[in-house]
């Protein structure tokens, strides 16, 4: 058993939204509900959500992202300095049917960034005082999505005609950020970050040559830029990353296993766990593992979240067995591949669906590790 996280048995972080609870946001979105009945269905929701996870064997629970539209951008738009623009920018996701398209607002740095607020301070306090038996965990983006996305082009160059005082007031927002959050009695963080994994696809580094970006060696300057966000980070807190493909509505974005970015990523980021992406062959072969040093953990994503279907027992055991062959068994877990609802909108399957693969990650992980 791990007494720290990332435990044998973990999750991502959202969780498919209740109908009251998108029709409550739809509600206030329209002027027809007041904050403060919004934040009490959110609370409601969240409170049984919690009970959900312990009573499925969970040793780790979040509030399921239920007060976010998305996973990244809710608090992004809360560090000082950053806005959206004008203009949308279009991501094109895949899944077995074809494309699809998710058009958000363009996001803009006009001002220094700053850590204005304790973002996400109330909604972590709220988790922490539900939680009986698991560790309470906050999701939030890795710094690198503040770039990743809109690249210099959303940076004010009148602002940052250096980039490097951008990424070094962002390591300073962030890091600031973390120490809050420890003070709250925040033990267990965890930094999402899709650019990482992205940089695998060959299309996609050939986007970032386009922009003007050095595609070849970004994903060293990300490494850099969560390390510095994470330096003097209190002790008793542990953190880890979650790298995915994309995740809109049981679609992807990019594909590519982790061999481009994996002898930086594994030896050098200063993260206690990696959460990775395993659940097809978008994301390649286990054989990049071979350079996760002693005392990091690997929660391996086996199970999808982007359909319904129950994986095997044997299935799951077979290929942490494989992955076994690359870090000590001792390092594994096992989690979901991905989150259930990244967005509002969730992937395509049923809370029942949801919780059933949840406990069969407990219980598959029992069965491996005891």
């Known amino acids: 058993m791990r007494t720290t996280p990332p435990f044998r048995a973990d999750h991502v972080g959202s969780l498919l939204r209740p109908d009251e609870v998108t029709d409550a946001r739809r509600r206030f979105a ?11 269905i959110e609370d409601q929701a969240i409170r049984e959500v919690v009970r959900a996870q312990e009573a499925a064997g969970l040793r780790s629970a979040t509030d399921g992202e239920f007060r976010r539209a998305s996973w990244h951008m809710d608090f992004i738009y809360r560090l000082g300095g950053i806005g959206q623009a004008d203009e949308r920018i279009k991501v094109k996701f895949h899944n077995e049917e074809g494309d699809i398209e998710f058009a958000p607002a363009a996001m803009r740095v006009h001002d220094r960034v700053r850590l204005d607020e304790t973002i996400f ?18 999701t939030i983006p890795s710094p690198n999505m503040v770039h990743y996305r809109g690249g210099r082009a959303s940076i004010d160059p009148g602002v940052y005609p250096d980039m490097e005082e951008f990424w070094s007031d962002l390591s300073s927002a962030y890091a600031e950020q973390v120490r809050r959050l420890a003070a709250l009695g925040c033990t267990y963080l965890q930094l999402d ?19 003007g970006d050095d595609a070849e060696n970004l994903h060293l300057r990300y490494v850099r830029q969560i390390n510095d966000a994470l330096a003097g980070r209190p002790e008793g807190l542990a953190v880890t990353t979650h790298m995915c493909r994309g995740n809109f509505r049981s679609s992807w974005a990019a594909s590519g296993g982790y061999d481009f970015v994996a002898e930086a990523l594994f030896s050098e980021l200063a993260v206690d766990g990696f959460f990775l992406e395993f659940d097809d062959e978008r994301s390649g072969g286990f054989e990049p593992l071979r350079f996760v040093p002693k005392g990091k953990a690997v929660v391996l994503g086996l199970v999808t979240t982007k359909r319904g279907e129950l994986e095997s027992k044997d299935d799951l055991k077979r290929r942490v067995e494989e992955a076994a062959k690359y870090v000590d068994a001792d390092q594994l877990c096992l ?18 669906q949801q919780f059933a693969k949840l406990r069969l990650i407990v219980e598959t992980a029992e069965e491996i590790w005891g």
Not at 30 to 40: K, S, T, Y
């Open 30 to 40: 329209e002027g027809a509900l007041p904050a403060e009945r919004l934040r009490e």
């Open 335 to 352: 989690s979901p591949q991905c989150g259930f609802s990244s967005t509002v909108e969730g992937n395509s399957l049923t809370r029942e």
């Open 121 to 138: 301070a109330d909604d972590f306090t709220f988790l922490r005082d539900q939680v009986t038996t698991a560790v309470p965990k906050l």
């Open 193 to 211: 970050d899709t650019s990482l994994a992205y940089l695998n696809d060959p299309e996609q580094r050939a986007e970032i040559a386009g922009r």
